[in-house]
């Protein structure tokens, strides 16, 4: 069946999906019902209703036409397949329209665009022009350089002074995995590194498969503690691009994270969450699993910028007395495992029904930090956070609150609590 009509049978037929599928629509997207789909946006930007009956009024010279779509049987809780499919048409037209290729259909368009991105890249490096410098210029060059030494072997700081301390901040090229159980806090821990990230200058992408772009900065307003309107004013001045999208795959991320990064710049990369990301295809989900983690590495290394992925832990700890979470937990931990730079574990003692540490201290707003996996640190390391009913708020958890923005990590008589 044509995708374009199975996209316009659900827009016919179910008025409760438009104001989720409209932003996903162009009307270059179509080929053959292009005009019909113009007609069908202007429709919707001018808060029209949209059916078969209200349609035919505009395009009366369409009777039969609209009549046919309508009777198609297009299953619409399937509406978001039907678009990516389209997406996936369209695409192939516009190869085919620059490139001449016309691709067979077990060949994935985004593979190529991802290839032919690629080689423009190298084929710009190649022809850009090496100019031969005076022996002045390198020597004030270096010493410059050997000014900013210090500085700038810090990375993108994080919201813990401890975890500063061991990582010297999210470094370069460095994969990390975030990985905790269901409601444990993985998307606010990352919210609280995006926040700092940006507090400090950095251009941050945030790729989302579970929330809402309105959810997630809700989330950052929230944090800060001060009037929505003064948060939102000083969110707007961050460098933060969200991708707001389900079922998204490699392709998307990379493709993405590689214009941001030739166009604005990119400093970290954040993705939520691993688990619900469209796979490759392969033998089995593991592999998939590790051809994603793979290609993550390499795109930070070849953007050379931190790439955080969270991730979902199996229920094995569950059936374990104690509560420390382990490698083995991630699942389809194997290549995880081995091309992650840093793997962190939080948990959160209350919801687990520890309601009091070993000192006696409550656990209501206490996450702990585990560090099992630290490429170029000191690992395993256990470090106390608390947040509080903030949705986003992190800090050490032995500092005043009134410090909580504090990471410079000389505050006087800082440790951290064992637990």
Known sequence: MNNEKLVLSCILNNQGIHDIIFPELKQEYFATDRELMAKVLDMYRKSKAIDAYTLIDECPDKISEILHIQTIVAHTHNFMDYVYRLKDDYLRRQIRLY??????????????????????SDIQESITPHIHRGLLEIITET???????????????????????????????DLIILAGRPSRGKTAFALANVRTACEAGKR????????KDTQLMKRLIWSMDIGYEEAGGRISRWNLDIFEKGGIDMNYVIGNSRLLKRLKGLDMIVIDYLGLMKLPKAENRAYSIGECTRALKALSKELNIPVMLLAQLNRDIDKRTGRKHELS????????????????????PWMDGVTEDKDGLSTE?????????NRNGKAPVTIKARNNERVNFYMDWDLPEKNYMDNSGDQPGHKIIPF
């Not at 941050?204 to 929330?211: G, P, R």
């Not at 937990?329 to 959160?348: C, K, M, W």
């Not at 707003?365 to 996996?373: A, C, G, N, P, R």
């Open 99 to 120: 490139f001449g290729t016309e691709l067979g259909i077990n060949d994935d368009p985004y593979d190529y665009m991802a290839d032919k991105l690629k080689e423009l």
């Open 143 to 173: 010493i410059n350089e050997l000014d900013r030494s210090m500085a700038e072997s810090f990375g993108i700081p994080t919201p813990l002074t401890k975890l500063n301390d061991l990582t010297n901040g999210w470094q370069p090229a």
């Open 204 to 211: 941050v992408a945030v790729f989302s498969l579970e929330m």
């Open 329 to 348: 937990d991630l699942r389809e931990s194997g290549d995880i495992e081995q091309d992650a730079d840093v793997i962190i574990f939080i948990s959160r």
């Open 365 to 373: 707003f206490l996450s702990v930090i585990q560090i099992e996996k």
